[in-house]
């Protein structure tokens, strides 16, 4: 018996580390990070979270092999590793992307954490490879319970998007959460941010690709609405649909939405469902309901041949058309697994191409006028 249980517990640690940079895993940093927030609120303490993006990652691989892309990542796991306290516990959460966990620390205390983390490795790139130093970095993103959010979900939803922040800024910097300034989301009570926070963490779970792409949908809608005149709950209201405008995906098998390439018709009649399906689970939450149209319509087209109903012009509620808008902006100059971005200067060009049959005009004109000005805010 004590044999086994010696087994078993040796499999359950090789279980909860990542083979190549022997650090905990994903899965471990779920089940880490819910105990570490229980016991943060059960004893009214801080608790920060930082993830982390290797900058320029994908350029070393494709010029120095994938052989020393893995002792990059090994070696900046240890230089993290080492920079940290004993009571603060790094994870590979996947690809190029780490996260550490900082019990009883606030986001400034962190901030600090990852600038030393940032000079010792960098310090160890340049002894070992001038040419690795020059090209590599990282991006991280930082936020803290409770002062920026007091769920699990909204914590890691948060830090995340400090990430992308960070990483759009220019790379090689650390963003806190605090320090973006206030987001039309603000409009919501706690209670809806948190079920928008946990339904966004729900899409990425089913779709990695779906989840970035919803947050940059919601920065353009929100760039959009404001050029409008949208502002307080109807802004609002806007933003958190736009995050949420794929969630009815979690209806679609998983080898549909990671298929490469175009879905077959019984695929793409799979893939139409997403908009019912995505209200029907809004209007099970109280205080996201008014947002069940919005997700519902917002593949109709202006001409009347969209979908799910075949609602034309200004039949289509606004915010449904902006939405439209931001999707079909970003799904083009978005990289995906099975193709290349295309430029934004040609994504606008085909959105005035379709501007009168798929698109509302004047939301063509704004996204025109915005990207012209720099004004997208992303």
């Known amino acids: 018996h004590i044999n086994l249980k010696i087994k078993t517990d040796m499999l359950e640690q090789l279980a909860s580390l990542d083979g190549l940079t022997n650090i905990a895993n994903r899965r471990k940093f779920d089940e880490t990070l819910k105990n570490e927030w229980q016991r943060a609120v059960r004893h009214h303490f801080s608790l920060s979270l930082i993830m ?11 010029k120095f092999g994938h052989a020393s892309g893995d002792t990059i990542l090994a070696d900046f796991a240890r230089a993290l590793k080492e920079a940290l306290r004993r009571t603060d516990t790094a994870f590979r959460y996947g690809g190029d992307e780490f996260i550490v966990i900082l019990p009883s620390t606030n986001a400034g205390k962190a901030k600090e954490v990852i600038e030393r983390v940032r000079r010792n ?30 769920t699990v979900d909204g914590l890691v939803f948060l830090t995340d998007t400090a990430l992308y922040y960070a990483k759009r800024g220019g790379k090689r910097r650390v963003m806190l959460i605090s320090d973006l300034g206030a987001s039309s989301l603000d409009a919501l009570s706690s209670t809806a941010l948190d079920q928008v926070y946990a339904l966004a963490a729900t899409v ?21 609405g404001k050029d409008l005149g949208m502002y307080g709950d109807e802004l609002s209201e806007l933003v958190a649909a736009a995050f949420l405008h794929d969630i009815g995906k979690v209806g679609v098998a998983d080898t549909i939405l990671t298929k490469p390439g175009k879905p077959g018709r019984d695929e793409w009649a799979a893939i139409k469902k997403h908009c019912a399906e995505g209200a029907k689970i809004v209007r099970h939450v109280k205080e996201l309901a008014p947002l069940a149209p919005y997700i519902l319509h917002h593949h109709e087209w202006w001409d009347g041949s969209g979908y ?13 058309r902006i939405i439209s808008v931001a999707d079909a902006f970003d799904t083009m100059t978005a990289k995906r697994p099975y193709r290349e971005a295309i430029s934004e200067k040609y994504a606008l060009q085909e959105l005035e191409r379709c501007s009168g049959t798929q698109f509302d005009p004047k939301l063509i004109e704004a996204l025109c006028r915005i990207c012209n000005n720099g004004d997208r805010g992303d």
């Open 52 to 62: 982390i993006d290797v900058d320029q990652f994908k350029k070393y691989n494709d």
């Open 121 to 150: 490795w960098l310090k160890q790139l340049n002894v070992q490879s001038p040419d690795a130093g020059n090209l590599l970095g990282f991006s991280a993103g930082i936020a803290q319970f409770p002062d920026n959010a007091e």
């Open 204 to 224: 990425d779970t089913r779709d990695p690709y779906t989840y970035g792409h919803s947050k940059r949908v919601a920065t353009i809608a929100e760039s959009l």
């Open 308 to 320: 799910p109903e075949g609602l034309r012009g200004e039949d289509i509620p606004l915010s449904a």
